[in-house]
């Protein structure tokens, strides 16, 4: 804990203000720049947002159950449709890669933190305030209600006249600028983070998928950044991007969304990927089967999925010659995420697997990715999708590949990883409850969805009309949604008792699973200064290469236990990036501008104003301890962010740690 | 990729930074072809030789800046990958989206 | 070497290049999307100009060319105050970069004035798909002009406060990289919407 690490001390600031020491409670948390509690935070506010978006699924549910339902109005309807997917979206899945990201990606580098710590951290707050932000329109009576993909000229002023469309439109920038500082952070890590000979092609996997998403998110958020703001300029300033009656093209609008979105959905599914590609080789005691393929696939998605993006569009118009364009790019995309597939099932064929939680939702994911790539593979059939678009089809098709593919490798990420944050296991018999009611209640729900769909169940309205035979399937998926509700209460309740169970019991060991990557050298759960002192990487799995090696025969062997090759994470004097206010105070101001925006300019000051303060506050606080062990820092104006990297302490640090 | 960690450089890529004359004689080169983008504003040419000449020169005058003044000449090859890659992709990708909005045959 | 400027040594970092130099490069990568998406809205929208005066009819070739060549040489002004600040002479750091804050506001008061000029010749934001992202397109980057010269004015005051030393020049350096990509885009404005012929009324 803290009071073990010498954190830096407050230098001497040039203006008014003085780094805040590190310390406990609430004060920590706001301040904190250090990589791991950042992930734990994006982690728990997603979970708080995924409970959100879950009722918003319920309540969707509870009205289809029956036709002509009556449990929500039509405007009410929109705008929990709305809102359920902008939330799943936005703040639960990408926030929840983000958590793995923050906290496992310097760690499978070997380094002690991401390369920018305070703009880690504004990330994180800039992510809270947009999303909070834009749940505030709930309470004011204003929730956006035009689809998560705001199709133009229907979010146009004239026929969305209130200020749903608006909070739409600040929130996603808000949440926008989070995603874009923390491509920026981590792409800069990645390259130069690395510990002492670990290469980019002995980078985990993870590391990889991560790294490609940052990519995808640096490129394709500010194409939806253009999106908005046109809308904006529309819906206020009497812009005519979208109005059709000046000669423009709504159209406009989708391509834009949709050069944003597709990427978007390979920035949802690739962290997952990467996590059960660390999973499926734990558990099968085999190396992940053609790791170059894996990592050249990811690549691959990424560069294929900007191609891709009128696929979404094949009814709207663009005329025959780009729909075939798109239909026949489409296709190819599934090829590099075939080649994952097979490649993870070739690392479980032959292997000594064991059936932990984690890996049962990563067998989840092989599964439950492959039918909604199946589906997928349906709809680039420019012509069978014109059946398929606008309906039911479609939407099971993309919560098989979102909850089925993006989810449950996020859950599978849980169990995997919640003894190194947490420092001890969550119940695994909890957990396969967790598993099975999440499985069978996912299949309830969205399995029939094809069925209806390809029936003709339109998808975006709320309600159906009897008589059409949409009724059993409807009423099936429904009570398939409250399966998943219990199943998510599982593992709710698997938090909450594993942590009760953990204070009466030792800590978990270093190494529970017997892991292959660097984060399992310190240990569980995570001391704040990562690593005693940095790896020496000399192969891919490094970690596992430590404890195993090939006897004459060429059979694996044990060589080292676990307890002998992780560290036992009590150096000392390791020098870390001190903990700053100003990336919370900037976030701060960002909601007074929202709200200004759409209410009242006066509203824009304070928020403009702490904006500003923060910025020269950023600039001007001493980066570190201008004594510190790593060269010289004048007290700086520069407008960079100073953290530095603090691996070069390695020196010191080595020496200095006790023996043993 | 650099397998082992390197202490960073004054100036990575070599001390062979540009005089500050040489700085001035890019400026002028580059003056010298804003001129001439200028001039065709006023001499009657006909499109299909105008628009790959102005293009022509904007690329010009683009390379010259990033290369000099940018300094990615004398730099390490990363930042110009950087670069590049958000360039290529979004020439590539907005070349489609004009495409499919038959830009080139009705703009 | 006399222009070694010994920013951040005893960092070490995977590819022996700085975090905050890698940082703004990659930024610069992803403002390329955006730019290239308001400049390929201006295209589409530019043969829209509803009742509104057309682009051909409107834009005045000679008065841009200056404030063009006024925002290039801003270009040169920025490297040589970075140049200066790289030999330790603090003097014409400070005097090109004040040179170049100024270039810069001409460039930007030539844009008002060319605005207001349009607003009177009867080009207004909302007269039409063309004027709209017209002047969204200009506007974004005069915005990021205006947020550049804000950044100069940082780095003189730094200057004048001591601060800004022969040590800190890749600040000056990045400031410095991202007005000559503000410079870029220009370029490509400049020909792609001004110079290359547009529809006339």
Known sequence: ?660 | ?107 | MADAAAVDHGHRTGTGLSNNKLLMWVFLGSECLLFGGLISTYLIYRSRYADGPAPGDIFDIPFTSVSSFILLMSSLTMVLSLSALQRGDIRNNRVWLLATALLGSLFIGGQVYEFTTFLREGLGYTTSPFSSAFFTLTGFHGIHVSLGIVMLVSLLIASFRGTLTKERSETVEIVGLYWHFVDVVWIFIFTVIYLVPSPTS
């Open chain 2, 1 to 107: 990729m650099n397998t082992t960690t390197q202490n960073v450089e004054a100036h990575e890529g070599g001390h062979d930074h540009p005089t500050d004359a040489k700085y001035i004689r890019v400026a002028i080169v580059l003056g010298i072809v804003t001129a001439l983008e200028v001039a065709t504003y006023f001499v009657n040419i006909p499109g299909a030789i105008l628009i790959p000449v102005l293009l022509g020169m904007m690329v010009f005058k683009f390379f010259y800046v990033a290369a000099w003044f940018m300094h990615l000449r004398f730099d390490s090859p990363m930042f110009t990958k950087f670069f590049v890659t958000g360039l290529v992709l979004a020439t590539l990708v907005y070349g489609v989206l004009l495409t499919v909005f038959e830009f080139w045959t009705k703009g």
């Open chain 1, 1 to 660: 804990m803290s009071d073990t690490i010498e954190l830096a001390a407050p230098g001497r600031p040039l203006g008014a203000y003085t780094r805040p020491k590190g310390g406990s409670g609430w004060r920590d948390w706001i301040t904190t720049v250090d990589h791991k509690k950042i992930g734990i935070l994006y982690g728990a506010t997603a979970m708080f947002f995924f409970g959100v978006g879950g009722l918003e699924a319920l309540l969707m549910r509870l009205q289809l159950a029956t036709p002509d339902g009556t449990v929500l109005g039509a405007d009410t309807y929109n705008r929990v449709f709305t809102m359920h997917g902008l939330t799943m979206v936005f703040m639960v899945i990408m926030p929840l890669a983000a958590a793995f990201a923050n906290y496992l990606l310097p760690l499978q580098i070997g380094a002690r933190d991401v390369a920018f710590p305070r703009l880690n951290a504004l990330s994180y707050w800039v992510f809270l305030a947009g999303g909070l932000f834009l749940n505030m329109s709930w309470l004011l009576g204003d929730a956006p209600d035009g689809g998560w993909f705001a199709y133009a000229p229907n979010t146009g002023v004239i026929f969305s006249p209130g200020h749903g469309m608006d909070y739409y439109v600040l929130g996603l920038l808000i949440m926008g600028i989070a995603s874009l500082v923390s491509a920026m952070n981590l792409i800069v890590t990645v390259l130069n983070m690395r510990t002492p000979g670990m290469t980019l092609f002995k980078m985990p996997v993870m590391t990889w998928m991560i790294l490609v998403v940052q990519f995808l998110l640096l490129f394709a958020v500010p194409v939806i950044t253009v999106a908005l703001f046109l809308l904006m300029f529309d819906r206020n300033y009497g812009a005519n991007f979208f109005n059709p009656e000046m000669g423009a093209d709504p159209l406009l609008w989708q391509h834009l969304f949709w050069i944003f979105g597709h990427p978007e959905v390979y920035i949802l599914i690739l962290p997952s990927f990467g996590i059960i590609s660390e999973v499926i080789p734990t558990f099968s005691r085999k190396p992940l089967f053609g790791y170059p393929f894996m990592v050249f696939s990811g690549i691959a998605i990424g560069f294929m999925g900007w191609g891709v993006w009128a696929h979404h569009m094949f009814v709207s118009g663009i005329g025959p010659i780009s729909v075939a364009a798109f239909s026949m790019s489409t296709m190819f995309i599934a090829v590099p995420t075939g080649v994952k597939i097979l490649n993870w099932l070739a690392t479980m064929w032959g292997g000594k697997i064991k059936f932990t939680v984690a890996m049962l939702f990563a067998f989840g994911v092989v599964s439950m990715f492959t039918i909604g790539g199946l589906s997928g593979v349906t709809h680039s059939v420019a012509p069978a999708d014109t059946q398929q678009t606008d309906t039911y089809y479609i939407v099971a098709h993309f919560h098989y590949v979102i909850f089925g593919g993006s989810l449950l490798g996020i859950f599978a990420g849980f169990y995997f990883w919640w003894p190194k944050v947490f420092g001890h296991l969550l119940s695994e018999k909890l957990g396969k409850w967790n598993f099975w009611l999440m499985l069978i209640g996912f299949n309830m729900t969205f399995g029939p969805m094809h069925i209806l769909g390809l029936q003709g169940m339109s998808r975006r309205i709320d309600s159906y009309s009897p008589g059409f035979g949409f009724e059993f399937w409807n009423m099936f998926a429904s009570i398939g949604s409250f399966i998943i509700a219990l199943g998510v209460l599982m593992f709710v309740i698997n938090v909450i008792t594993s942590a009760r169970r953990a204070r009466h019991e030792p800590p978990v060991g270093p190494d529970p699973w017997d892991a292959r990557s660097l984060e399992w050298f310190t240990p569980n759960p995570t001391p704040v200064h990562n690593f005693d002192e940095l790896i020496q990487v000399d192969s891919l799995d490094e970690f596992w290469h430590r404890k195993y090696a090939e006897d004459e025969n060429g059979r694996v062997v044990r060589v080292a236990t676990a307890e002998e090759v992780c560290q036992d994470g009590s150096a000392t004097d390791v020098h870390l990036p001190s903990p700053s206010y100003w990336p919370f105070v900037l976030a701060a101001g960002f909601p007074f501008v929202g709200f200004g925006l759409i209410y009242t300019l006066w509203i824009c000051i304070p928020g403009a104003l702490l904006i500003l303060m923060a910025i020269y506050g950023w600039i001007f606080e001493p980066t570190d301890d201008p004594d510190g062990p790593h060269g010289h820092h004048a007290e700086d104006s520069s407008d960079h962010d100073g953290a530095e990297a603090p691996s070069e302490v390695v020196g010191e640090t080595a020496e200095e740690a006790p023996v043993g």
